[in-house]
């Protein structure tokens, strides 16, 4: 462990004094100490919610921000979205109901091979867009591994969950944590950010696409191959699941009328952050919902820390104008054709994502291509949502993302494999998201 914080302190040291021959000082000092979290994010010298808590204290410390200024960070209101959504989470793990969502949907597809690697996949992405895409890979994992006594099988049915739960994740605001930096640094800018529904209409023909061409590249090879196992049958719901069930219904249709489709209809104009986070207390209402106090014991809170560490991210390249000084170099793209400028984007944000932490690079990312979008006058919130969902959708190293690392534990999968599966798939996520922004955005 010391030699990981020494390594991450030479690291940023390295960079630091590598950006003084570009940038001023005080962005030289910023960006070092942004590539010290970042590398002690990436290697694990320290805990994950220690590292996030870190900025509280090094950039008051580095006069980068204000102690008061950082803090706000940790308490933006898109944090209490996510924790509403955490609460509803929690309440669907502990009824079990979703076992009984995974059994059912495996059971849509045929037993072969090419089936269940579409089954795999497309379960872990619509319960990914609701719940945490480490939990979902952590579900499936057995089942993956349970289908089949066949390696090279075996191999791409764990590939197939990892990638499906990174695909479902940027369904859904909630559904992935740079989605949600997003969210807080449209709201820091005073763009108005996308609803619920809206970021579902932009975000599915993506997801769906992305559904289609996968597990179908993942197959080819192993479509012959017999899988001896057939998924056991769903057990019939419980009382406590059926009511369970129809709350979520009654959020989701809540969540639809909420939703404004102008110019015909205005919406309720009910805060949306209000709403998640009213549902997830409601989990501990009595008669109604399924918690005890203690089950709050079981947020993640270093995912909140990692919000709140990712918007201060954001909010010191704001404040400190180096975003400004980064645009500028990035000003020669400016001639490229808009849809060579969406490709450039998610191309060099899917692969920049394989070797650190999504959420920290979003942070980074967000306010520099903001400005570029400003300087070359194109649409904003496009650019930032390529962005955003580029960061997700990096499938090549254990690294890239907690679903890749947790098929990886298995020990069935080798980093080569892997890599060279997940090359071809970056460059199908990079087409297919440049392509859909461009046409449809």
């Known amino acids: 462990m010391y030699r990981r914080i020494l390594l991450a302190l030479a690291g940023s040291l390295l960079v630091g004094w590598g950006a003084t021959t570009l940038f001023l000082p005080e962005h030289a000092l910023l ?3 942004v590539s010290f979290l970042v590398i002690l994010w990436t290697n694990e010298g320290l805990p994950m919610g220690v590292v996030s808590l870190l900025p509280l204290i090094l950039f008051p410390s580095f006069e980068v921000l204000e102690f008061n200024v950082v803090a706000l960070n940790y308490a933006k209101p898109v944090i209490f979205l996510f924790l509403g959504g955490f609460l509803v989470a929690i309440a669907i793990k502990e009824t079990g109901l979703h076992k009984v969502i995974a059994h059912r949907l495996l059971q849509f597809f045929p037993c072969c091979a090419r089936g269940m690697i579409y089954s795999l996949a497309i379960t872990a992405a619509l319960l990914s867009s609701i719940l945490s895409n480490t939990t979902i890979t952590l579900m499936l994992l057995p089942i993956a591994l349970y ?17 499906g739960a990174s695909i479902g994740g940027v369904l859904t605001p909630i559904g992935t944590p740079p989605n949600l930096i997003l969210m807080g640094y449209m ?14 209409s932009l975000t599915f023909p993506v997801a769906l ?23 056991e049958l769903a057990p019939v719901l419980t009382r406590p699941q059926r009511r369970l069930t129809w709350i979520l219904y009654g959020l989701v249709l809540l969540l639809v009328v909420n939703s404004p489709i102008e110019p015909i209809y205005s919406g309720l104009g009910l805060n949306e952050k209000m709403l998640l986070l009213g549902f997830g207390l ?9 918690l005890e106090w203690q089950d709050i014991k079981k947020i993640p809170l270093e995912i909140i820390f990692l919000f709140g560490a990712g918007f201060s991210i954001a909010n010191a390249f704001m404040q400190s104008g180096i975003a400004d000084n980064i645009v500028g170099y ?46 070359v006058e194109i649409d904003e919130q496009v650019v930032l949502m390529v962005a955003t969902i580029a960061a997700s959708y990096a499938f090549m190293l254990p690294i890239a993302t907690p679903p890749n690392a947790i098929v990886m534990s298995s020990g069935v999968i080798r980093i080569r494999e892997m890599a060279r599966i997940g090359f071809v798939i970056n460059l199908i996520g990079i087409v297919v998201l440049s392509s859909i922004a461009y046409v449809y955005w």
Request: aromatic share 12%.
């Open 187 to 200: 709201e820091d800018i005073g763009m108005v950010a996308p609803t619920f529904l809206e970021w579902i």
């Open 282 to 290: 409601l989990m501990f209402a009595p008669g109604i919902g399924f």
């Open 330 to 375: 990035l000003l020669g793209m400016e001639g490229l054709p808009y849809f060579a400028l969406l490709f450039t984007v998610a191309l060099f944000v899917s692969f920049s994502t394989e070797v650190t932490s999504n959420t920290a690079l979003i942070s980074i990312m967000l306010p520099i291509f903001h400005a570029f979008a400003q300087q």
């Open 31 to 33: 960006l070092g100490i």
């Open 209 to 231: 696409l992305m559904l289609l061409i996968v597990p179908f590249v993942l197959s080819i090879g192993v479509q012959n191959e017999e899988v001896e196992s057939q998924p």
């Open 147 to 163: 289908l089949t006594e066949n390696k090279r099988l075996k191999v791409r049915f764990l590939i197939a969950t990892a990638y």
